[in-house]
C-alpha cells in the first residue's frame, strides 16, 4: 500500500525492530548480527539509481555489492567466508557478465557464493542484496559500535573522501586491517564501517557508547580523490562510501599500517577542532537515504 508520509531510513529501522527480539549475542544496531552458533551475519543492498548508475560495468556493480556487505563483516572484527546473493534483475540484462563478475570477486574477496535466488523485476532496476556469513577467530570477541571508552585513539584504516567520483565501485573490504589487529593484540573498544561518511557514522559509534569524541581536522587523512574539489575536509567528512573501518583503540595500542589517529574519545560531544586549536560544532553530514 502506498502513502504520502515521510520517513527516515533510522525510523524505519526503529520500526522494524520495535517488537519482540531474538536474546542474541549480537541483534539489531551493529553493522552485522552474531548468532548463537558464532556465525556473524550481515545484509547490504546495491541498486541502480541510487548506488550505481544506469550502464555501470556490471563487473565493478559485483564488486561494490560484495564488497560493501563483506566490509560490515570486517567491522565486526570478523573473518568473512561465504555470501548468499539476491539478484533481481530487469529485461535485457547482460546476466552472464553480471556472474562473471560475482563469480571474480567473490574469488579475489576469499569467498564463497553458497547459494541465493533470482528474481526478475519487469520493468524495473537491477538490484543486488547480498548475505554475508562470517566467524570470528577462536576466543575473540565481535567488535561493536558500543565500547568506546574515555581516552581511547579514534583512528581510520585509511583516506576519506572522493568516493563519489568513481571510486565508491571499487570496494575494497579492510580485512588486511582486521588481520594485522588480530595479530598484534590490539584492544579495539568499538568500530564501524564508514559507509555513510564519518560525519555520520562517528556519531552512531558515541551514542552507542555513550560517550563524546574531539576531532582534529588537521589529522583527517585525505584520499587523493578528494584533493582537486573544492573543500576536501568536507569531502572527507561528508561523502560516504570510503568502506574504511572507524575504530577506537586502547591508548597503547599500535596503529594498523596505512591508518590514521584523528582525535580522542571524550565524555561528550562531539567537536571538530580547526585552525589555531579552535573546537567548533561537529557537521551534519553524510550519505541517508530519503523515503
Do not use: N
Not at 539509481?49 to 563483506?70: E, I, N, Q
Not at 581536522?217 to 573543500?231: K, Q
Not at 584523528?262 to 589555531?276: M, R, Y
Amino acid at each position: 500500500m502506498m502513502c504520502s508520509v515521510v520517513f527516515t531510513e533510522q525510523q524505519f529501522i526503529d520500526w522494524v525492530t520495535a517488537g519482540p527480539r531474538a536474546a542474541l549475542p549480537v541483534g539489531p544496531g551493529d553493522d552485522c548480527a552474531l548468532l548463537h552458533d558464532g556465525t556473524v551475519i550481515g545484509l547490504d543492498t546495491v541498486v541502480e539509481g541510487v548506488h550505481f548508475a544506469p550502464g555501470t560495468d556490471l563487473a565493478r556493480v559485483a564488486r561494490k555489492a560484495l564488497g560493501a556487505c563483506l566490509s560490515d563483516v570486517c567491522a565486526m572484527g570478523a573473518v568473512a567466508e561465504s555470501v548468499l546473493v539476491s539478484a533481481q534483475l530487469p529485461p535485457g540484462l547482460d546476466g552472464r557478465a553480471l556472474a562473471d563478475g560475482l563469480a571474480l570477486w567473490a574469488a579475489r574477496f576469499a569467498v564463497s557464493i553458497a547459494g541465493g535466488d533470482t528474481v526478475s523485476t519487469a520493468p524495473g532496476a537491477l538490484a543486488l542484496a547480498v548475505t554475508a556469513c562470517g566467524r570470528l577467530p577462536p576466543g575473540a570477541q565481535p567488535w561493536r559500535r558500543a565500547g568506546a571508552q574515555l581516552g581511547d585513539l579514534l583512528v581510520v584504516s585509511g583516506p576519506l573522501g572522493g568516493s563519489r567520483g568513481g571510486r565508491h565501485l571499487d570496494v575494497r573490504p579492510r580485512a588486511d586491517t582486521v588481520a594485522w589487529i588480530r595479530c598484534h593484540d590490539c584492544t579495539v573498544h568499538a568500530a564501524i564501517d564508514l559507509s555513510d561518511g564519518l560525519a555520520a557514522d562517528l556519531p552512531r559509534l558515541t551514542e552507542a557508547s555513550g560517550v563524546g569524541a574531539r576531532v582534529q581536522a588537521a589529522a583527517v587523512p585525505i584520499h587523493a580523490d578528494a584533493r582537486a574539489l573544492p573543500s576536501p575536509l568536507t569531502a572527507a567528512l561528508g561523502d560516504g562510501e570510503d568502506f574504511e573501518l572507524l575504530l577506537a583503540l586502547a591508548p597503547d595500542s599500535l596503529l594498523p599500517p596505512q591508518s590514521s589517529c584523528i582525535g580522542q574519545i571524550t565524555a561528550s560531544g562531539l567537536e571538530l577542532v580547526g585552525e589555531g586549536g579552535r573546537a567548533g560544532a561537529w557537521p551534519q553530514a553524510g550519505y541517508a537515504h530519503a523515503f
